[in-house]
């Protein structure tokens, strides 16, 4: 059985430390409020407030997002992206998106517009991945795709977009996705991306200019050429 790596982020951090900051956040928080009681309590109001509003709110919900996704390499098995609900499935592929190098960013809630993950390639080139949990014997429709298309442009400015599932496609749904710019990741790709390693767009055959440009920087094919 392969072992879970542990959590990066905020969730890595002991729970002492949690404890200590708190207490030197409420010791200071006294002091102010003794010393500058006015003050003191238009800052915090100011903060309630801030955070009750949609920016606070969401930039609360990109924070608690970031916490989740594990540092460093990761690898899912098939077994253990059956066993998450959608939210972390979503943390799942957002973690492998940057474990390929990409800038990805966890943006899936209500509302989303089709969007569970936004992504900014080496090109530059922005992309919409959603993803969809379902069970093995599951197929995403040609609805979905639809949907997908109708929003990955207009909505996110995005170049091309991405749907990741854990079942499969229908033929009416890999039919429409190419003829729309849209990439399909089924089981099978999954297991080759989550669990083997091969990068996303290798898998997807999606060029990528950035990592050509790496490739063929001075001195970079004598490099690696001379490996071996």
Same mark, same amino acid.
């Given at each position: 059985m392969r072992r879970r790596r542990s959590q990066g982020g905020w969730a890595a951090i002991p729970w002492w430390v949690w404890g200590t900051g708190a207490l030197a956040v409420v010791s200071g928080l006294w002091q102010a409020a003794e010393q500058w009681p006015a003050r003191t309590g238009i800052a915090l109001t100011a903060v309630a407030v801030g955070l009750g509003l949609k920016p606070g709110r969401l930039a609360?919900?990109?924070?608690?997002?970031?916490?989740?996704?594990?540092?460093?390499?990761?690898?899912?098995?098939?077994?253990?992206?059956?066993?998450?609900? *959608?939210?972390?499935?979503?943390?799942?592929v957002c973690s492998l998106l940057r474990r390929d190098g990409l800038t990805a960013e966890h943006v899936g809630r209500a509302g989303d517009k089709g969007a569970d993950v936004l992504v900014v390639d080496?090109?530059?080139?922005?992309?919409?991945?959603?993803?969809?949990?379902?069970? *093995?014997?599951?197929?995403?429709?040609?609805?979905?795709?639809?949907?997908?298309?109708?929003?990955?442009?207009?909505?996110?400015?995005?170049?091309?977009?991405?749907?990741?599932?854990?079942?499969?496609?229908?033929?009416?749904?890999?039919?429409?996705?190419?003829?729309?710019?849209?990439?399909?990741?089924?089981?099978?790709?999954?297991?080759?991306?989550?669990?083997?390693?091969? *990068?996303?767009y290798r898998i997807l055959r999606i060029p990528d200019?950035?990592?050509?440009?790496?490739?063929?920087? *001075?001195?970079?094919?004598?490099?690696?050429?001379?490996?071996?």
């Open positions: 609360v919900q990109r924070w608690t997002g970031r916490s989740a996704l594990p540092a460093g390499p990761v690898r899912y098995s098939l077994a253990h992206l059956d066993a998450l609900d *959608p939210r972390a499935f979503e943390l799942a080496r090109s530059r080139r922005r992309v919409v991945v959603q993803c969809k949990r379902l069970r *093995p014997d599951r197929r995403v429709g040609d609805q979905d795709v639809q949907r997908v298309n109708g929003t990955y442009r207009h909505d996110h400015g995005a170049h091309f977009a991405v749907i990741v599932t854990t079942g499969g496609f229908t033929a009416a749904a890999r039919a429409s996705g190419p003829r729309y710019g849209i990439h399909l990741v089924d089981r099978g790709a999954l297991e080759r991306w989550a669990d083997l390693g091969e *990068p996303l200019e950035g990592e050509r440009r790496r490739r063929w920087a *001075p001195g970079t094919w004598r490099r690696e050429n001379s490996l071996g």
